[in-house]
């Protein structure tokens, strides 16, 4: 094992996040390579520096001026289009990410966390997870309602096994009881669980009365002694249509909840920022007993996962966000509109399943939050039902394991949704009644 490596492990041997680490985790680092020695040049070689693989010229990138071009005059200099992107992300970026992280999130006030390091979308946060947390064998707790790429991720990718509880208990709520007892159900001394609010593929998120259940479940689970890894898919982050609903991240409860809680937040510019194209994620750590030097020890680590696998992320992506973050004159404006925007679809929404509340055939799940609601087919194939919409109606919907049928009203104009809805419950009818 690398003595880099082995160090970081030594750091890291005292804090609750070591138990988790993978057998990669172990061996990650971040090597005084290439990138870290033009780092250092950077700062120090003011005569040439012959560090960077990049062809320059008095300071700055070659670029084809096709691709230049379509950038407005005088907005940005080539460096900040076509350059490598510094190692874990531009650092004015990460700064204000984190600013508005506490921001949107008032819970994390005084609390220590890690500053988000970039990656290249919420994907790649939560496969880094996997890769650096998450072992062959291990169990990784999880609702049955989920996003389908969490198993490929989880199972066949680390290796691991999704231990399912139903989403939903008898009342329609968040099904808290259910997530406990799978917690302790885990074998071994740790658990791992992944929760993502507003979910994919229902749409619901928990009422502030459920995020404080779920967080304190989480914590009677720590208390036997058992440590638990919490991984906050935020994808979706900040799409809350009811005043009921819990505004914050679990993170933000969880980053100092306990000290056998480990507390790490997957989110991104993605849907929070409107950029779907750009691929920019970010990960944050955070728990009760952490010092700076565990968080170091975890941001080498994951930099080096960075590292070997995307090298650096993307960097115009990175240039145009920062600067909408940081003197956009229309940027607040523009997600408000989004948000007014969502909000009447996912009402029309509610108003549209409503009307059919008599149906036997399809039960739509609870919704509340984000771009989805979804129906449970009870007991009926949502593929076959998927097909019929796509082949006699024209219309796309997602199957989910066979059993639930998405709709995406986020990608619906308000004026079709009344169709749309009705339509899936006349093709259900016509297959099923």
């Known amino acids: 094992m690398n003595e880099l490596a082995v160090q970081l492990n030594a750091t890291l041997e005292d804090s609750c996040a070591y138990p988790f680490l993978s057998e990669v985790g172990k061996r990650m680092y971040f090597p005084k390579g290439i990138v870290a020695q033009s780092d250092e040049a950077k700062e120090k070689a003011k005569r040439y520096n012959a560090t960077v ?6 300071g700055e990138p ?55 390091i970039v990656t290249g979308g919420l994907t790649h946060t939560i496969s880094l997870i996997a890769q650096l947390f998450v072992s062959p064998g291990d169990e990784v707790v999880c609702p049955d309602l989920f996003w389908d790429n969490y198993d490929l991720i989880f199972t066949d990718l680390a290796g691991a096994r999704l231990k399912l ?30 929760l993502n609010f507003p979910n994919n593929p229902t749409g619901y998120t928990p009422s502030k009365e459920e995020a404080l259940a779920i967080v304190e ?28 609903t819990e505004k914050e991240s679990l993170f933000a409860y969880l980053a100092d909840a306990h000290e056998n809680i480990f507390a790490v937040k997957g989110d991104a510019a993605t849907k929070e920022e409107m ?15 952490f010092t700076d030097e565990h968080i170091d020890a975890l941001q080498k680590k994951t930099l080096g ?3 070997c696998t995307v090298s650096n992320c993307d960097r115009p992506g990175q240039s145009l966000l920062l600067k909408a973050m940081k003197a956009g ?24 399943v409503s009307r059919h509340s008599d149906d036997t055939v399809l039960a739509p799940y609870p919704f509340n939050s984000g771009y989805f609601m979804a129906f449970d087919t009870k007991g009926h194939d949502a593929e076959e039902l998927r097909k019929h919409l796509l082949d006699k109606y024209q219309i796309g919907a997602i199957n989910i394991m066979g059993r639930t049928l ?28």
């Open 217 to 244: 479940a989480i914590k009677s689970v720590a208390d036997t002694g058992k440590k638990v890894l919490v991984i906050s898919d935020d994808a979706y982050f900040g799409l809350f249509f009811e005043d009921s």
């Open 53 to 58: 693989g990049l062809a320059t010229s008095h």
């Open 406 to 433: 998405r709709l995406a009203y986020c990608s619906v104009e308000l004026e079709g949704l009344d169709d749309v809805v009705d339509t899936v419950y006349k093709a259900a009818g016509e297959l099923w009644s």
């Open 329 to 352: 004159k229309t940027r607040e404006e523009d997600k408000a509109a989004l948000f007014e925007e969502m909000q009447k679809r996912y009402s029309a929404v509610h108003k549209a």
């Open 305 to 307: 996962a960075i590292r």
């Open 62 to 116: 070659f670029y084809l001026s096709d691709i230049y071009s379509s950038f407005k005059d005088g907005v940005f200099k080539p460096s900040q289009i076509f350059s490598y992107a510094p190692g874990g992300g531009d650092k004015e970026l990460r700064a204000l990410w984190k600013a508005d992280m506490e921001a949107k999130n008032p819970s994390l006030k005084g609390k220590k966390t890690s500053t988000p």
């Open 275 to 289: 950029v779907w194209g750009f691929r920019i994620g970010f990960i944050t750590y955070a728990s009760k007993n």
């Open 165 to 194: 509880f139903r989403f939903y208990d008898e009342n329609g709520h968040f099904n808290v009881g259910g997530m406990k007892e799978a917690l302790m159900g885990t074998c071994g001394s740790t658990a791992r669980i992944i």
